[in-house]
């Protein structure tokens, strides 16, 4: 037999073991994956759920970031009819633990071991209490730059190493009369680029100390203070029609040679790919100048609610597939993000994604793999939320200077904390 389809078998006899007469073949999920890249790797779940007979209730809510979604989730949470699973981040999984409103998949999860090949910081995000309640579908990671392969020749521009040569290459671009940074003007794609722009300012013990510990020196520390000037700095570099942009159509920028650059998580390589542009020949990825080594992730993971009796079946079938290491390989391959199992070869993964996998494994063994801010991964989704909110301020001139931009930042923090 082939290793799939011993992964396969296996796989359909732990579902079969807890299958009754009655239960309901369909899998219902929420989730914001409506771009084309996004939608291409959805489509590898539904195809291997329906191949086990399952149906596929589709609920999307667009809006990248995942902002809307959320709103919605809530909303069924709170009326009593939670979906089979929604797609979610950080904090939020853990808000939904927290007040029990997810199920148990724990004795799947230690019949498969899946806490010797997830990694433990991701663990305190998919369990509560020990038990399992989540299943990481990925490992996304925030702090990438990805350039369109042709523009970047015909300006004669190298991989920038720094923020300053990040800056010299954006100029060269805006010389050579091709618009330099692809941006989409939403708080949440803002407030994503910032991440690295603090973690490349002030490198990723300052990030850890302003985010992870909220150290109210280092949120208004003259290094944050340089952050929003490095930050302002970019403005000169976007087109004018940036505000509102989604984050799809910024990468279609880059993608057709419109503008040479896209600061944006792995997921942008999803729409290179639904593109059938080749790493390496039609764009390039290197991590955000400065900030080599680090991993500022966001992992999408399925929240796994407390569905009635006759649902958990295939919920079960949901959160098996979801870790198999063939799924786990082909989804991430199509979406742009990596493997969120160690154990996952990197075979089929072209050159961003054999880079993203390295630096995955040997950012989570220095400490170096750390959680993004703005996609809920440092902070509840109340003190992430502020923080966006300063951001775009800033970014848009509602704010004025750094030092209001700082102060800002604790007061809000604070307020929201
Ligand atoms: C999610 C990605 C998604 C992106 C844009 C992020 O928050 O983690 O899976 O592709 O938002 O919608």
Redesign the pocket.
Known sequence: MKFRTLLMAASMLSVASVARADDIKEVQMLH??T?GG?AAALNVLKQDLAKQGFTWKDVPVAG???GAAMTTLKALVAAGNPPTAS?I?GYYAMDYADAGKLGDITSLATKEGWDKAVPTALQKFTTHDGKWGAVPV?I?SVNWIWLNKAVMDKIGGTEPKSFDEFVALLGKAKAAGVIPLALGGQP?QEATMFDSIVASTGGIDFYKKAFVDLDETALKSDTMKKSFDNLAKLRDYLDPNYAGRD?NLATAMVIKGDALVQVM?D?AK?EFKAAKKEAGKDFLCYRFPGTDGVVLY?T?MFAMFDVAADRKAAQLALADATMSLSFQSAFNVV?G?VPARMDVPDTDFDLCGKKGIADVKKANASGNFVGSMA?NYAQPPAIATAYSDVVTKFLHGEIKTSDSAVAELVKSINAAK
């Open positions: 914001w994956w771009s996004e990248g970031g995942g797609q981040l990925n996304h949440w984050w998580g997921w999803g966001n999408d979406k993000s996609q």
